[in-house]
């Protein structure tokens, strides 16, 4: 019974967090949509004022239920919506203006190991050789799209403001994700209204200081049709499975999925933007899955040597 129920937890789990990252490729197909309809924080706030007027009628009943919880932990619920929801979107979209996206492609790698190396700086939670090779193996897979399968390239590629931006992008991000960990007791739904409230307070802000410094662009017709579209799956279905699929599976095996973003944002691109699918496209996608496969492989295998241990 056990281990129908672990298994089950682990199959939900990986449905979500694959669904949670082919919304987050969509999102990058969008971001280049928006250019010229769109200004980048103009989408951001749009985006969870989008969420919070959806989702906040519908969880209104949970939300006052679960609000004595949520009120006392206030100050975690906006730190929360800022670094990982405000923030984390305004610096990317606005290092995506300073770098070049072979730049990007590879930096993104680095987000599952930041949130390795944080969960066992903060919690002594060690990780194995497998899950380290794991990793390993899906950063290789991200290089392999971010150089397009061309070794020269990695021997150009400079970093600048806008790469120490994704860099930084990417930590706030872990730390998100590592810190859903303490997280209110309350349901998702409840959780998510309150991260997503959180989010646009904070997003307004940076709002108003791209319009001081005059990079807003109000949306066109195509620009609100684009927030919509992000509102719904980048940020609304994306986070809520998020957040269940760390609850089941933990941050640290979650992140490992995050690798999958870049190749779902290639394949979205051939497709909806026209653009090429090239055979390093493949071999990426073979890296990628050896290395969730890996650090899966020895998730599993401790929890089955668990089992037997608590059988003995």
């Known amino acids: ?24 490729g969509a ?3 969008f971001a280049k949509l928006a250019v010229g309809e769109i200004s980048p924080m103009a989408l951001v706030s749009l985006r969870w004022l989008g969420v919070v007027l959806v989702l906040g009628p519908i969880a209104i009943r ?20 800022a670094l990982g929801l405000a923030v984390f979107n305004g610096i990317f979209y606005w290092a995506a203006h300073h770098t070049s996206a072979i730049n990007i492609g590879i930096l993104q790698g680095v987000m599952p190991m930041f949130i390795l ?25 991200v290089v392999v799209v971010g150089i397009e399968g061309d070794l020269n390239q990695l021997r150009t590629i400079s970093f600048n403001w806008g790469d120490l931006l994704v860099l930084l992008a990417c930590a ?22 309150a991260l997503a409230s959180a989010a646009f307070l904070m997003s307004l802000p940076m709002l108003l200081i791209e319009v001081r410094l005059g990079w807003a662009q109000p949306p066109t017709a195509v ?3 684009i927030a919509g579209l992000v509102a719904i799956f980048p940020s609304l279905l994306a986070q809520l499975f998020f957040i269940r699929g760390v609850q089941l599976i933990g941050p640290a095996r979650a992140g490992i999925f995050l690798n999958l973003v870049p190749l779902f944002a290639v394949t979205l691109a051939f497709f909806i933007l026209d653009e090429r699918l090239q055979t390093h496209h493949f071999i990426a996608l073979i890296f990628v899955v ?11 295998l401790g929890r089955s040597n668990g089992t037997e241990q608590a059988r003995k």
């Not at 004595?68 to 619920?77: D, E, I, M, N, S």
């Not at 994700?177 to 209204?193: C, K, N, S």
């Not at 050896?290 to 599993?300: C, D, K, P, T, V």
Request: proline share 4%.
């Open 290 to 300: 050896a290395g969730i496969g890996l650090a899966e492989r020895s998730s599993m």
């Open 223 to 225: 620009g609100w049709a």
């Open 62 to 81: 949970s939300v006052v239920r679960e609000w004595p919880v949520l009120r006392a932990r206030w100050p975690y619920l906006m730190a929360m919506g």
């Open 1 to 24: 019974m056990k281990k129908s129920v672990l298994g089950t937890r682990t199959a939900t789990a990986y449905g979500l967090l694959v669904l949670t990252t082919f919304f987050w």
């Open 117 to 141: 190396l944080g969960t066992f700086g903060l919690y002594r939670i060690r990780f194995s050789l497998h899950q380290a090779l794991g990793v390993g193996l899906t950063i290789v897979g």
């Open 172 to 193: 706030l991000y872990a730390a998100y994700t590592i810190g859903l960990r303490h997280r209110p007791e309350t349901g998702a739904v409840p959780l998510f209204v």
């Open 27 to 29: 999102n990058a197909v």
